[in-house]
């Protein structure tokens, strides 16, 4: 329903803009949520690369686990994401990646199975 239409009903605009609200709540609660995992997980543990941690503030883990799992998103232990397959602690993926010492011109696997340049 567009948005004008909601808004000629005082009940389904209050409806419509309550939720756009609580979508802003969470995704400010899930960057909080990230952030801390940064600096409590991965910073205090050492790793200090800015790249690597500047990485891990901007992927969104909360998008690749089940629903039921939302909670443990940034939880410092892997995660089932389905298919037999989990997701790496957070605190191992970064050390791996600052091990690595990527350059700009390095070529890193993707889950595609391509190999693809860093940025």
């Known amino acids: ?12 605009a209050a409806t419509t803009l309550s939720c756009a609200e609580a979508a802003v ?22 790793v200090r690369d800015p790249r690597v941690l500047a990485a891990m503030r901007s992927v969104p883990r909360h998008l690749f686990v089940p629903r039921a799992l939302l909670a443990d998103a940034y939880a410092d232990h892997p995660l089932p ?14 050390t ?9 011109s390095s070529l890193v696997p993707t889950a595609a199975g391509t190999l693809e340049k860093m940025s």
């Open 1 to 12: 329903m567009p948005l004008r239409m909601a808004l000629a009903s005082p009940v389904l």
């Open 25 to 46: 709540q969470d995704d400010a609660a899930l960057q909080r949520a990230r952030e801390r995992m940064v600096v409590d997980q991965i910073q205090s543990r050492g």
């Open 81 to 94: 994401i389905g298919w037999s397959q989990t997701m790496t602690a957070a605190f191992f993926a970064a």
């Open 96 to 104: 791996g990646a600052q091990m690595l010492r990527l350059r700009q």
